[in-house]
């Protein structure tokens, strides 16, 4: 049985793809240090996880009181993370192989992601998944981040694709939240597992709760064909 024919596959690019939130809590942290914060640490950084980068500064330039823009901030961020970018981010395994897989059967296949397009650009020239994926939608591009749904039926809209006939890959609620207001299926893989539990999640069509461990492009191409 082989993928139907209509179906397009839409990955989120940050801790779904590629295990970039390291990159962005360094980058995070570097940028706020230059405003005499001190404190940023990992536990204050995963709140954001799945939200768009503007969002989050929004969030930390009112928490802080932080006077320069938020422009400035995002120009700031963007720069410290493309320097982590391009030399230290990895693809999950099985992520990239269920890409393989999905590109040999000619399943159209998008990213988007509340990432700017300089960073999605990046990310995906350093990992070589520029080859595999070439539609690409950033939060920059669109009216509303995530949880809102406008990334990914800008996607939809891209691939020429129904929003019923396409299925997101997530790993943060948010992200999921957005899939299911888009009216799209949603492969779930939580980037961290305490928040399998997360009432987005449950709408899931297909939900990994062990994160990242529990995976494997083949069950997840299996599922795709039954569909």
Request: proline share 5%; aromatic share 8%; net charge negative.
């Amino acid at each position: 049985m082989s993928i139907p024919r209509t179906t397009s596959v839409i990955f989120d690019l940050d801790g779904t793809l590629v295990d970039s939130e390291p990159n962005y809590w360094e980058a995070g942290r570097r940028l706020l240090a230059e405003y005499g914060v001190t404190d940023y640490d990992w536990e204050r950084h995963s709140r954001f996880i799945g939200i768009g980068t503007r969002e989050t500064l929004e969030i930390l330039r009112g928490e802080y009181g932080i006077e320069a823009s938020v422009e400035t901030l995002l120009a700031g961020k963007n720069r410290h993370y493309l320097a982590l970018a391009r030399t230290a981010t990895e693809v999950f395994p099985q992520m990239r192989a269920f890409v393989e897989l999905l590109h040999a059967a000619g399943v159209p296949l998008a990213v988007a992601s509340g990432s700017s397009r300089a960073a999605i650009e990046a990310v995906l020239a350093a990992t070589g998944l520029d080859t595999l994926i070439t539609t690409t939608v950033s939060a920059e591009e669109v009216p509303r981040g995530k949880p809102e749904p406008d990334v990914f039926l800008a996607a939809a809209r891209l691939l020429g694709s129904a929003p019923a006939d396409c299925v997101v890959v997530e790993d943060a609620a948010p992200g999921a939240a957005a899939a299911h207001a888009a009216g799209m299926r949603c492969i779930a893989v939580p980037y961290e597992e305490a928040t399998a539990a997360d009432p987005a999640f449950a709408r899931a069509d297909l939900l990994y709760a062990g994160g990242q461990s529990a995976f494997t492009a083949e069950g997840a191409y299996a599922w795709l064909r039954s569909r």
